[in-house]
């Protein structure tokens, strides 16, 4: 059973604003076209697990008026760390503490990954588990992306992990359990950190090449 994780509760200082909710295509935004592709992926057969924490009430009323259905249905979930300011490792273990008794596998992104398309994720998750890996992270030209897979058996070590990093910490720990996917999507490697960054890609329609 896979849960996936975006990984949404930032500050975006450096982009000066909260970026989750900055316009998109087609009235959509960074967030929305992050969730919006992972549905589309269809390979969540548990729950989309989103956590929030800067502007959070602004970011779950927008969660909850878009994905209105989703929520009711179960298949997303919104998780709220308020501890957000102590980096992106507060925000995985949040997610951990919150998983179903039936979970297996773990799919973590971040919410300004637009770029990476369903056929990305089908594509990722399905090398994932034809390989068995412990962690599956995926690389272009050598720079790692998103998204990194790992098994829920790595739960308890990754809880017991301390620092800002994310899910650097665990790779720290556990470099022999890695599998690093080398790919020739250079989209995994995209983030949207700084207002020029935005500007060049918010219509999406920059084609990517290897």
Do not use: C
Request: aromatic share 10%.
């Amino acid at each position: 059973m896979l849960t996936a994780v975006i990984l949404a509760a930032g500050e975006a200082s450096r982009m000066g604003e909260l970026k989750q909710l900055l316009e998109w295509e087609n009235k959509n935004t960074i967030l929305g076209k992050t969730v919006d592709n992972l549905l589309a992926a269809e390979i969540v057969d548990e729950e989309l697990q989103i956590v929030v924490g800067a502007q959070k009430l602004r970011v779950v009323n927008y969660l909850q008026k878009k994905y209105r259905s989703e929520l009711n249905s179960g298949i997303i979930r919104i998780i709220e760390n308020d501890n957000y300011q102590k980096g992106m490792m507060s925000s995985v273990k949040k997610s951990l503490n919150s998983l179903l008794e039936s979970n297996q596998h773990l799919l973590f992104t971040l919410a300004d990954k637009p770029f990476i398309g369903p056929g990305i994720y089908r594509e990722f998750y399905q090398k994932y588990l034809e390989l068995k890996a412990d962690i599956f992270v995926p690389e272009y030209h050598g720079q790692k992306g998103h998204p990194v897979i790992i098994k829920n058996s790595l739960k308890n070590i990754a809880l017991k992990l301390e620092g800002e990093g994310g899910l650097r910490n665990l790779f720290a720990v556990m470099p022999d359990r890695i599998h690093y996917h080398l790919s020739n999507y250079q989209e995994i490697t995209i983030d949207i950190d700084l207002k020029q960054d935005y500007w060049k890609y918010r219509n999406n329609d920059h084609k990517f090449t290897d």
